[in-house]
């Protein structure tokens, strides 16, 4: 009711967050992308916006304090996809207060996070396997690129049977 009563010239009081927080709560309360697309003239896209900028968490909201009000809905939908990560949470806010490209951040936090997750996935195929597994190379271990076993280079199916062998 907020978001019709107050159209176009008058809409220039609220905020997108403002915004985003109406639109959610329309549809929580059973309104479809649909119905809201159609009373407030909006784009699909813009709504789907919307409404994932609405779901920003009260943390997330007292973290970005009154950068929030200054951010459009792109920015606060970017945000609510971190919503679980106060770490990137306080990144991309701090990317937004520099005047930094926050999709950069944000995609960094994407790149790290899935090269976490598959050195993690790398870590518990080793171990599995057998691999003992350490931040670094251990007192008196060396790299398999330095070892030679009868003048031959030693490769990773040929050491794989080794007492001894890990990686790190």
């Known amino acids: 009711d907020r978001l019709l009563a107050n159209r176009e010239a008058y809409q220039r009081n609220f905020a997108p967050i403002d915004d985003a927080a109406a639109l959610f709560a329309a ?14 003239g909006r784009k699909v896209e813009e709504i789907k916006t919307a409404l994932k900028a609405g779901q920003l968490s009260p943390d997330t909201r007292a973290a970005a304090g009154d950068l929030a009000r200054e951010l459009d809905l ?66 008196g ?3 398999l690129s330095q070892l030679r076993h009868d003048g031959e280079d030693l490769t990773p199916e040929a050491h794989a049977a080794c007492p001894g062998r890990g990686v790190y």
């Open 74 to 139: 792109e920015d606060l939908a970017l945000l609510a996809e971190f919503d679980d990560d106060p770490g990137a949470v306080s990144q991309i806010l701090d990317a937004c207060r520099r005047g930094y490209p926050v999709e950069y951040v944000a995609e960094r936090i994407r790149r790290d996070r899935a090269e976490a997750a598959e050195q993690q996935r790398l870590v518990e195929e080793l171990q599995a396997a057998g691999y003992e597994i350490t931040d670094e190379v251990p007192p």
């Open 27 to 40: 549809q929580e309360a059973g309104a479809s992308r649909t119905r809201l697309r159609k009373a407030t």
């Open 141 to 143: 271990g060396a790299r």
